[in-house]
């Protein structure tokens, strides 16, 4: 007979090589010494005090980066106006300049200041006469009747800009009025 048939005997009363080896130990772990229990507390305090710290000094470095972002993010835009104050006191060096030579001038300082804005990402918003009103870029200072598509813009009183797709100063505009 096969210990390992289930119809023998053996197979029946439990007994037989396959299941005292199949049984689970039931006995349980021995329990940590106190010392090592000391041991391990000091391990994790030490860590977690050193985690503790790492993640201080880290935010401290973070807010010191971004207060020295804050005081030097005009750096780049203060540099590319330096040549527009340049020109300005140039022309004002001149004491016997002509009109037309002020002129020149003037148009070689607005060229520069405005290669310095664009550098910087301000753009101009103008819109034409006949383009949508859109209140998100244009403020309307009146509505005035006109032979155009109402909610237009009729006329820009003054330019507005925009700075990186924000608005930094909305163009004023006249729009047509419903009709």
Known sequence: MNANDPSSPEAANGAGPATAANEPTSSPAP???????????AELSDAYLRAKAEAENTRRRAEEEMGKARKFAVEG??????????SLEAAIAIPAATPEQLLEGVHATLRQLTSA??????????????????PHQHQAISVVPA?????????????GYLIADRVLRPALVTVSAPD
Do not use: I, M, Y
């Not at 835009?77 to 340049?86: H, M, N, R, T, Y």
């Not at 990402?121 to 103008?126: A, R």
């Not at 032979?147 to 330019?159: M, S």
């Open 31 to 41: 329990a940590p010494a106190p010392g090592d229990l000391e041991a391990r507390h």
């Open 147 to 159: 032979a155009q598509e109402p909610n237009t813009v009729v006329a820009v009183l003054q330019k």
């Open 77 to 86: 835009f203060a540099e590319s106006l330096l040549p527009v104050k340049d």
């Open 117 to 134: 804005l664009e550098k910087n990402k301000v753009v101009e918003v103008n819109p034409p006469a006949g383009a949508k009103f859109d």
